[in-house]
Every structure is written in structure tokens, then in C-alpha cells.
């Protein structure tokens, strides 16, 4: 195994790591605080195709977390940033509260297709608008490729099937943002002057979270609060870094032994 | 592009029509004949060569389908087509499945006889405007629920050409809930082996004798020779230029249109 580079960036979960739904982690304010006398940057990322920066920044410093707006990534973020790399403008099938981590983004005439949770924009004339658009060579973006997830009501179908029936109807693959893809996590850095190997991501959600990171290069800590269910750290290879307790617990393991 | 020798067009006693892109486009207003092809009908039925339609034609009724081809020039006769939703029926019926339909509202009647109570399965058609996210959440939540899920789709076509542009047809949708669902559908119609037959049963000539002649590359042509017949692919309809470099498929031969194909087989008749 190579050397051990140094430490320069932490990247960190928030909903199951930082806090957990409207409640913060207990602890886990004082921990930032400590982790930011540290020489790192700290980056806040997320899975979200409906909350902009904004309203995720609200939430955190209501619940005591001082954060700075460019801090948070999220796959949002990840989506606009390959869309400035590749110069593009989007027909963007995401939820309206979305839009405001797009302002500044062209979008007329579009060459570019971004999908993401979005039943309102899943009907016919719409599902032909990016069809028509992709398969005269506009790059499809998806924020993620969730199946389904569960409403109140019931499963409801999630952005993968929609992808996927227009990756198939054009013969293309989309580029898939947000976690666990690589893109995801590689993005994230960008701006940080860290590479992987430099970098530690803390999160609660052992494929998702630790398994991405790992696969992109960086270490995993896996912490027991959240989604974690007993011996999630067994269904990752390799395994995580490192399982802690919470968040406040990981903070301590990187100042003692990380830096 | 130089055709290869008409060795192709010899020994030929009948031949398979695709309907949507070869006998016209279909559109707003019922669709507009592609040139030349509703002569080419007349001249196929006076040469004594028999016809069959072969389509994947979700949309209307075999009977509303034939009405509607009549009046734009194309006399053909209801019993001439073959079309999915009565092989899917006979599907039905066989296995004892009670279909929910995902289909175009003129398709339903053909599923008048069929038992839709108490679903224990999804048919999926070329619904159009029917592809709202509420339906195939309904379609996503049938399936999900059940033990075990069936999914037949009525073809898995990408995509055909209306009169407006090209549309998403059937198979996105049919990727759409295998996907959700993490299940296999199993398709009626178009390139499935089984629905070829049928249309060869139905024209009444064995498979070495037969013709093929369509606009969609994989479901037509490539279908076609998988089942023995020579396939001609027509530069009419939803074919791209990119048709002619198909990794997989070759056809026997590439025509600008329907007129065309119908006057080099005359010509070796």
C-alpha cells in the first residue's frame, strides 16, 4: 500500500451524519468547530434534486452549524458544474425549487438534457422534447437514477426509469451526477487543489456514501447514526477506513490521527 | 448506394408489409401516404403475389386501422393485418392473465372479451399521450405488488416518425418499468419470432418465399431474417442515414421506398 499522503480535505454527509432529519447530531456543532481549527477544507455533500444551496444553508445554521454557502456541494451542483465544463445549455427537467442553483445557466435553445426528480415534467410532450433533443447528440445528464422512493401514499417511480427508457430510445448512456458516482466525488474537490488520496469522507450511508468515496480514491468513515443498519460495514470491498460512532467520533480519530 | 445484384428479389411468392413509415407516416389528422407507395399496393395485388401486413400498430383497432388505410388509398382488408393486440389476447387467455392496460384509448377495445378484473398483470401499448407519470406509476405500482410481476409490451420499438417529428414508441416505456421493476417484459409483436409467423401463417407462404419490407432496421429487417426471410430496409419513415452502417443487421437490400422495392421484384418476377 502506498504511503499515507497527507490529510487537506474533509468531505461531509449531511442528512444521517451532520444531523439527523430536524435535529442536529448532538455534539456535532462544537465537532465542526474543532475540525476547522484544523488545515483542511470542508466540503458539505449531499444527494438532493429538489433543495437548492439556499435552502439546505438554512437549514444547517438553524440548527447551530456555521457553514458558508460555498461549502455545500450537492448533485445539483455537480450537475452545473459539468454543464459550464461543457459549455452547454440544458433543457432542465428538475423540480422548480431546483432552479435558483441554476440562475445563470443559459437555457434557450437548449443542446443538453438534465434529469432529475421530476413527475410534473415526466409527460409525454416533455419525455419527446429531450428524446428528440438527445438523439440529435445533446449530452443527457442525470442527477441520480433512484428506481423509486417511498411517498406517504406509496412507492412512486424515481428519475432511473425515465433515464433509462431515453437511454434506450437514443442508444446513449447518461452521465450520472450524484453519489456514489465517481464524478461525484471528484467534483467535489474541485476548487480544493486536494486529490483524492488527500481527502475523507464521513457519512452515514455505506454504499452511497463510503463506498463511492473509496472507489474515487478517498477514505471512507462510516458512522452509526442515520441510515446505518448493524454491519453495513460488511457489504462494502474494500471496507471502510474506518466505522465510528457519529460524526463527533470521526472528527476526533482525523485531529488525533489523521493530520 | 449501388444495390447488390437483384439475386434478392427472385423467388418470391409473398410479402410482409410494415405499415407506419413504409405506406405512410402517421400524424395529426390520421397521417400523410408516403409517395408512390398506395400504387405500389395496387400493382402487388394485381401480380398475384399475396400481401400481409405485419405492424406493431397499438393505436387503433385491426378494423379501424383497415378503415383508415382504405380511405387513404390503400385497399386493404382488416383480415390483411396482423397486429398485436390480438396475438397478446390469445396470449392472455392461454396463461390465464388478467391484463391492467397501458395503452392508446383506441386500442381498448380490442381487450372488450378479456377478464380486467383484478389485474395480475401490465400490458403497455404505444399509449402517447396515455404516458403520464400518474399512469405508469400506477402500471410501476401493479407490477411492483405483485408476487409475481408480468409485463408484456406490445413491441419495444425506440422510436417511430409521426407527421410532427420522431416520438418515443413503446420500448422506452417497456425500459422504463423493467427497470423500476427489476423485471423482464415479454414482448408481442415485432421482432419477436412468434408474431412473424403468424403474419407468415396468415399470408400463407413459407418463410424462403417471403419478403419483408420495412422502415425500422431492428424490429422489421433484423426480426424478419431471424425467422428466414429476406428483409429490405427503406430509406422512407423513421430510418436515419445511420442505418446503413447497423453493427448487427444487413439487409438484404436497401430501397429509397416502397415504389422502388415494388418495381425491381416485378421486374424478376
Known amino acids: 500500500m502506498a504511503a499515507r499522503r497527507a490529510l487537506k480535505a474533509v468531505l461531509v454527509d449531511l442528512n444521517g451524519t451532520l444531523h439527523v432529519e430536524d435535529s442536529a447530531v448532538p455534539g456535532a456543532q462544537e465537532a465542526l468547530k474543532k475540525l476547522r481549527s484544523a488545515p483542511v477544507t470542508v466540503r ?56 435558483p442553483d441554476f440562475t445563470g445557466i443559459g437555457t434557450d435553445n437548449p443542446n443538453a438534457v438534465v434529469v432529475g426528480l421530476a413527475p410534473e415534467h415526466f409527460h409525454y410532450e416533455m419525455m419527446n422534447r429531450a428524446f428528440r433533443l438527445i438523439l440529435d447528440g445533446a449530452p443527457l445528464i442525470a442527477i441520480h437514477k433512484a428506481r423509486y422512493f417511498k411517498k406517504k401514499d406509496g412507492l412512486c417511480l424515481g428519475p432511473g426509469p425515465f433515464v433509462t427508457g431515453l437511454e434506450y430510445a437514443t442508444d446513449t448512456k447518461a452521465t450520472v451526477v450524484g453519489k456514489p458516482e465517481k464524478t461525484f466525488f471528484l467534483e467535489a ?52 477506513y474506518l466505522t465510528c460512532e457519529n460524526f463527533p467520533e470521526a472528527v476526533e480519530h482525523i485531529l488525533k490521527q489523521m493530520l | 448506394m449501388a444495390e447488390r445484384g437483384r439475386g434478392w428479389a427472385r423467388a418470391v411468392r409473398g410479402l410482409l408489409l410494415d405499415v407506419s413509415g413504409v405506406l405512410y407516416d402517421s400524424g395529426a389528422g390520421g397521417g400523410v401516404p408516403i409517395a408512390g407507395s398506395a400504387e405500389a399496393v395496387r400493382r402487388i395485388k394485381a401480380s398475384g403475389l399475396k400481401l400481409q401486413l405485419c405492424t406493431n400498430e397499438t393505436q387503433a383497432t385491426r378494423e379501424d386501422f383497415a378503415r383508415k388505410l382504405w380511405a387513404m388509398g390503400f385497399e386493404v382488408s382488416a383480415a390483411q393485418v396482423t ?60 407490477l411492483i405488488g405483485m408476487e409475481k410481476p408480468v409485463l408484456i409490451s406490445l413491441g419495444k420499438g425506440r422510436y417511430y ?89 444487413k439487409p438484404d437490400a436497401y430501397v429509397n421506398n416502397l415504389a422502388e422495392a415494388v418495381d425491381i421484384i416485378l421486374q424478376e418476377l
Open chain 2, 83 to 142: 397486429a398485436p393486440a390480438p396475438a397478446a389476447c390469445r396470449l392472455l387467455r392461454e396463461r390465464g392473465l388478467r391484463p391492467h392496460l397501458l395503452v392508446h384509448d383506441d386500442l381498448v377495445p380490442e381487450f372488450a372479451e378479456i377478464n380486467k378484473t383484478n389485474p395480475n398483470c401490465v400490458v403497455l401499448g404505444d399509449a402517447a399521450e396515455n404516458f403520464t407519470y400518474a399512469n405508469l406509476n400506477e402500471a410501476f405500482r401493479l
Open chain 1, 189 to 240: 474537490l474541485r476548487g480544493t487543489d486536494c486529490a483524492p488520496e488527500e481527502a475523507v469522507m464521513i457519512g452515514d450511508d455505506c454504499r452511497d456514501d463510503v463506498g463511492g468515496a473509496q472507489q474515487a480514491g478517498m477514505r471512507g468513515i462510516l458512522v452509526r447514526t442515520g441510515k446505518y443498519r448493524p454491519a453495513d460495514e460488511d457489504k462494502i470491498n474494500p471496507a471502510p
Open chain 2, 161 to 249: 416518425k409521426e407527421t410532427d417529428g420522431l416520438k418515443l414508441d413503446v420500448g422506452a416505456y417497456m425500459k422504463a418499468l423493467e427497470y423500476a421493476c427489476d423485471v423482464q417484459a415479454e414482448v408481442v409483436g415485432k421482432p419477436a419470432k412468434s408474431f412473424f409467423e403468424s403474419a407468415l401463417a396468415e399470408l400463407g407462404v413459407p418463410p424462403e418465399q417471403a419478403i419483408m419490407i420495412g422502415d425500422d432496421i431492428v424490429n422489421d429487417v433484423g426480426g424478419a431474417q431471424q425467422c428466414g426471410m429476406r428483409a429490405l430496409q427503406v430509406r422512407t419513415g423513421k430510418y436515419r442515414p445511420s442505418d446503413e452502417n447497423h453493427p448487427e443487421v
Open chain 1, 44 to 99: 458539505f455533500v449531499t444527494n438532493t434534486t429538489k433543495e437548492s444551496k439556499r435552502d439546505l444553508l438554512e437549514r444547517l445554521t438553524g440548527l447551530g452549524f456555521d457553514i458558508a454557502e460555498h461549502e455545500i456541494f450537492t448533485s445539483l451542483t455537480a450537475a452545473r458544474n459539468l454543464l459550464e465544463q461543457q459549455q452547454v445549455r440544458p433543457l432542465l427537467l428538475v423540480d422548480d425549487k431546483a432552479l
